[in-house]
């Protein structure tokens, strides 16, 4: 169960093993969910282009879709329930692990 949970969790951990794509994630957070590059580029204060390719990362491993609004992209959370699940799995046992005194 635990192995299959770590597979499972494995994209969104390797997404989010990069300080921007998490501080990425954070505005999504902050706003609700969604957020257009222009909204990230002006949260963070970094080049379109950086937040581009690490937006592009997000979405190959699956912690975001993206759909138009006219002329702009609206990119969202849409994190699979499997890998949600999955990281509530992980955190549940290590939580338990620390709970239990060992000597």
Same mark, same amino acid.
């Given at each position: 169960?635990? +192995? $299959?949970? =770590? /597979?499972?969790? *494995?994209?969104?951990?390797?997404? *989010?093993? %990069?300080? /921007? +794509?998490?501080?990425? #994630?954070? #505005?999504?957070? %902050?706003?609700?969910?969604?957020?257009?590059?222009? $909204? #990230?580029?002006? @949260? *963070?204060? *970094?080049?379109?282009? /950086?937040?581009?390719? !690490?937006?592009?990362? =997000?979405?190959?491993?699956?912690?975001? @879709?993206? /759909?138009?609004?006219? @002329?702009?992209?609206?990119?969202? =959370? @849409?994190?699979?329930?499997?890998?949600?699940?999955?990281?509530?799995?992980?955190?549940? $046992? #290590? +939580?338990?692990?620390?709970? %239990?005194? !060992?000597?």
């Amino acid at each position: 169960m635990i +192995r $299959e949970a =770590l /597979t499972t969790a *494995l994209p969104v951990l390797r997404a *989010l093993g %990069e300080e /921007t +794509r998490v501080q990425i #994630v954070g #505005v999504f957070l %902050e706003r609700g969910g969604a957020a257009t590059v222009g $909204e #990230v580029q002006s @949260a *963070l204060g *970094l080049p379109q282009s /950086t937040v581009s390719r !690490h937006l592009r990362i =997000l979405l190959d491993a699956r912690l975001l @879709a993206v /759909t138009r609004a006219g @002329a702009q992209r609206v990119y969202r =959370l @849409a994190v699979p329930a499997d890998a949600l699940d999955a990281l509530d799995t992980l955190v549940g $046992e #290590v +939580r338990r692990c620390q709970a %239990e005194p !060992h000597g």
